[in-house]
Each structure stands twice: as structure tokens, then as C-alpha cells.
């Protein structure tokens, strides 16, 4: 086969898998069958903020930053299947201001002091405040008070950030297999629980290589023993802000975002 043959080989199978095209903010974007707007963007490299999906995992749309407009609606683009055709907006002055009233939400209804914490750099939180231009809260701190878990061995877990959006919850379940985690209560006073007898991280089944363990995009989920292990100014977020591709920062060998 010469190289022309094959070059007219590959566009053909990239034809056939590509089921349809949508624009999003003026620029088309191919998807695949069965793929989400967000599934879509992504793989075509085109940002839409978010909070609670991950590749690996399956559709939530717990945390509702990816909201995107469709034509006059709104709609969740990591549980929204990708449509032929369809006129997507989401860069706009209106969803950004509804994503920013949502950071901010999050920001007052948990503990977040992100200059002494570790995770400040490296936290997807603080970085989507960034890109929404929040440089405060809008409401009054509610400063909840809320347990930090040091039981375990090799992991920490402080509530005072959890954002709910359920990344360890879902992890939990749909990759390792433990079901670890999971959401009690209603409204305020919604929080994680801990799958154990007593309750406490110590108890449960969960390891420090499980996935549920690393999928945390804030501070709640934390390893012992490695705290600023990199220097701030040097962290993912701080070296790549978004919509830029988080840059993969090695530590001990291992990456991680």
C-alpha cells in the first residue's frame, strides 16, 4: 500500500467514525457515536469547564459547571449526547457568570484557604475561580464546622473541602470495585460518608493505590507524608492555568495532575 493509499485509508476510517459535527463558540467539532459534548470537546481539545467528570468515569453532572447553552436551552454537556448539527455557546458572558455564582456557592459552604493549602496549585477548584474570574467570595463564609479523618495509614481525609462532587464516590464503585464512598443528607447538609463500621477512613477498604484515592480535584483526598512535595509556583495549575492542558508534574517517579 503506498503512503497515498493509506493516508486515503485513514480518512476514510475517520469518516466512518465520526457520526455527526456540531459548532461549539464557532468552531466545529466531530464526535463520535454514543459520545457527550464534553466527551467530544475534550478529545478534540476544546475546553468547557467542569468539576465532577473524568474520563474514566461514567456521566454524573453533579456539579453543573459544564452547563453549556443549546439553541435557548441549557444543558449539562458531560451527560448531554452530542448531537449532528447542533449550535453549541459556551464561553458566554451569561455562563460564565452562572459557573462564577456556583464557584463562589462552593467556596462559602466549605472551609477553602487556599494559600495554606497543599493542594493550591493543583486544585481544580481554585483553578476554574481563576479562569471564571472570582477573586473573592460574593456571600458571607458559612465556615461549617466538619471532621478531618487521619485514621488511615497512607491517606487523609478532610470534609472541610469536599465539594460533592463525587468523583471518589463513582471511582469507587465503577473502578475499583469497594463502593468506599458515598452521599448522605439532604440540601446543607449533604456530606461524604465512609463505607465502614465506624466510619472512619481507617476502617474502610480502601487503598492508597485505588483510584478513589488519586480522583479527588481538590484537597479532601489527600496522601500523608507528601505534603508540598512541589513547590507552589511549580504545580500544574500555576506552570499551565486553564483552558490550557494541565501539565503533568513527576514527583517521586510518579505523575500526577
Not at 467570595?137 to 478532610?158: G, I, K, T
Request: aromatic share 6%.
Amino acid at each position: 500500500m503506498t503512503a497515498t493509499e493509506r493516508a486515503e485509508a485513514g480518512a476514510e476510517a475517520e469518516a466512518e467514525a465520526t457520526a455527526g459535527r456540531f459548532t461549539l463558540d464557532g468552531r466545529e467539532v466531530a464526535f463520535a457515536a454514543g459520545e457527550t459534548i464534553m466527551q467530544a470537546a475534550q478529545r478534540e481539545g476544546v475546553h468547557i469547564p467542569h468539576l465532577c467528570w473524568h474520563p474514566r468515569l461514567g456521566r454524573s453532572g453533579a456539579c453543573r459547571l459544564c452547563v453549556v447553552g443549546i439553541e435557548g436551552r441549557f444543558a449539562a454537556a458531560c451527560t448531554t449526547a452530542a448531537s449532528d448539527g447542533a449550535v453549541i455557546e459556551s464561553r458566554s458572558a451569561e455562563l460564565d457568570a452562572r459557573r462564577r455564582l456556583l464557584l463562589q456557592m462552593l467556596f462559602v459552604e466549605g472551609n477553602h484557604f487556599c494559600p495554606s493549602c497543599e493542594k493550591s496549585g493543583d486544585c481544580l477548584l481554585q483553578a476554574s475561580a481563576y479562569e471564571m474570574g472570582m477573586r473573592g467570595p460574593q456571600f458571607e463564609e458559612f465556615y461549617p464546622q466538619r471532621p478531618v479523618d487521619a485514621s488511615h495509614a497512607a491517606l487523609w481525609l478532610d470534609t472541610n473541602r469536599c465539594i460533592l462532587c463525587k468523583l471518589c464516590v463513582r471511582a469507587s464503585h465503577e473502578i475499583d470495585g469497594k463502593g468506599v464512598f458515598a452521599i448522605g443528607g439532604h440540601g446543607i447538609g449533604a456530606h461524604l460518608i465512609v463505607n465502614s463500621a465506624s466510619g472512619r477512613l481507617g476502617d474502610s477498604a480502601l487503598a492508597a493505590d485505588d483510584f478513589a484515592a488519586q480522583v479527588c480535584p481538590v484537597g479532601a483526598i489527600l496522601p500523608k507524608r507528601r505534603g508540598f512535595a512541589i513547590p507552589i509556583g511549580e504545580r500544574p495549575f500555576d506552570v499551565a492555568p486553564l483552558p490550557a492542558p494541565p501539565v503533568r508534574v513527576k514527583e517521586n517517579d510518579d505523575e500526577r495532575r
